[in-house]
């Protein structure tokens, strides 16, 4: 694993290398010249969710853009799949072959920003009067935002919520949580339904599927690493109280490895999910409807005592190339792919997530599309939308972010299981990750 960190590492190096050779300022060129702009996208959904309709968007906008500007043809790549495209992109970076405009993924903007691949925005955004950073919700805005500059503008948002088996609390005579519920409200449900229901000596029934220690974490106000990335917070007291809750729900169902089938089957009350996930799930729960009867809806996250009803929201951005020669144009088909309230729409459409602009996630179409396809009443939905948005975290961006997350909730599960060495293991493992952040 080491071994594989260093060589993406000395490959990262390598592309910023290249590009601070490579990158020229923007040119601008007579309308009536020809221009091609390259675009970088992957196939299917980021969100890992069914998606047929990957090109048809990006080929409708491309089509829209071109017929507004007849001197520009847009080119991109098909085929590209997710889990390839961070290896394509900096493969093309080494090749000085960036697309002028390409998708971002947010596990990768940190790095991309940090070594020069990604075109600083500022200029422009601060400069074109007919863009207005306030008609994003800031959390997604900012999510575009490394170190003070802008090097992105977010394209599609997802945020996290709770699904709620209300048939389930139904059954056991517990009312239905609202939004500004608690751990201890929260707690207490997942200990009264988890239950041995068939008498055969076994837990069948639970709390809660997939409720992570991060989930905890954002919901008592916890933040893992400062601003800078050079220090992990695991040992606080925010932290630690998420862990532990944590660690305190999952002994309820005896540490069990619980499945989404468990949930289909309508054995488990709640289920952390994103809003992607929900909408690929609420329109076809056909495992549901054929072989069972429960009803479910969703609310936002407990909150800690340290904390609010908050979560992530995730967000899929995109950049312009440091080494593009065609800077103008780019961030014309970048604010039509971002900021244009026509493109937007469509996001409710023909993707899984919503959009990043306030008043298109807001208005009465993206309220009709949902309600269309998920066939139901929107309203307190669309309500509840617009809170988390509002309201949205942002976690610190910084180059080594992903690598030290991934060792931390590698190690989580051993912590959680450990019963006499909580704090010992919890003060090694943030050692570790302070070594790491400041080698």
Request: net charge neutral.
């Amino acid at each position: 694993m080491r071994q594989k960190l260093e060589k993406w590492w000395k490959r990262i190096i390598a592309v910023g290398l290249v590009i601070s050779l490579l990158s020229v300022g923007f040119v601008i060129y007579p309308k009536q010249q020809k221009i091609v702009l390259t675009f970088g996208m992957f196939a299917g959904n980021k969100w890992d969710v069914p998606d047929d309709n990957c090109y048809q968007m990006i080929d409708q906008v491309i089509k829209e853009f071109e017929k507004e500007y007849p001197n520009v043809t847009i080119k991109y790549e098909s085929g590209v799949m997710k889990d390839d495209y961070s290896e394509w992109l900096s493969q093309k970076a080494l090749k000085g072959d960036l697309p002028d405009v390409f998708m971002v993924l947010p596990e990768d903007f940190s790095t991309f920003s940090s070594v020069g691949m990604l075109k600083n925005l500022d200029s422009y955004t601060k400069i074109d009067k007919a863009f207005k950073k306030s008609n994003y919700y800031e959390g997604s805005y900012d999510a575009g935002t490394y170190k003070g500059t802008q090097y992105a503008l977010p394209y599609e948002s997802v945020p996290t919520l709770m699904l709620v088996n209300k048939t389930l609390l139904k059954k056991e005579h517990i009312k239905m949580p609202g939004n500004h519920w608690t751990w201890d409200d929260f707690y207490k449900i997942c200990q009264k339904v988890t239950k041995d229901t068939d008498g055969d000596g076994r837990l069948d029934q639970f709390g809660v599927y997939n409720y992570k220690w991060n989930d905890a974490t954002l919901s008592n106000g916890g933040t893992l690493f400062n601003q800078s990335g050079t220090k992990c917070n695991l040992s606080s007291e925010p932290i630690e109280n998420a862990i532990l809750f944590t660690k305190k729900i999952e002994k309820i169902s005896s540490f069990r490895n619980l499945t989404s089938d468990d949930f289909d089957s309508g054995n488990i009350a709640f289920r952390p999910m994103t809003f992607s996930e929900f909408r690929t799930y609420k329109p076809y729960p056909w495992k549901i409807n054929k072989y069972f009867d429960f009803k479910w809806d969703c609310i936002r996250l407990p909150s800690g005592p340290d904390g609010e009803n908050k979560t992530q929201v995730d967000n899929l951005l995109m950049g312009i190339s440091n080494q593009t020669k065609q800077g103008d144009m780019a961030w014309q088909f970048l604010k039509k792919l971002c900021y244009e309230t026509k493109t937007q729409q469509k996001i409710f459409q023909y993707r899984q997530g919503i959009s990043p602009l306030k008043a298109v996630t807001n208005s009465k179409q993206a309220q009709q599309v949902l309600e269309k396809s998920m066939g139901e009443n929107m309203t307190d939905k669309m309500k509840l939308l617009d809170e988390l948005m509002n309201n949205a975290l942002q976690i610190p961006k910084f180059r080594k972010y992903n690598e030290a997350y991934q060792k931390i909730d590698s190690e989580m599960t051993r912590i959680l299981t450990d019963e006499e060495e909580f704090d010992s293991n919890i003060l090694k493992l943030k050692q570790e990750i302070d070594k790491l952040l400041n080698q």
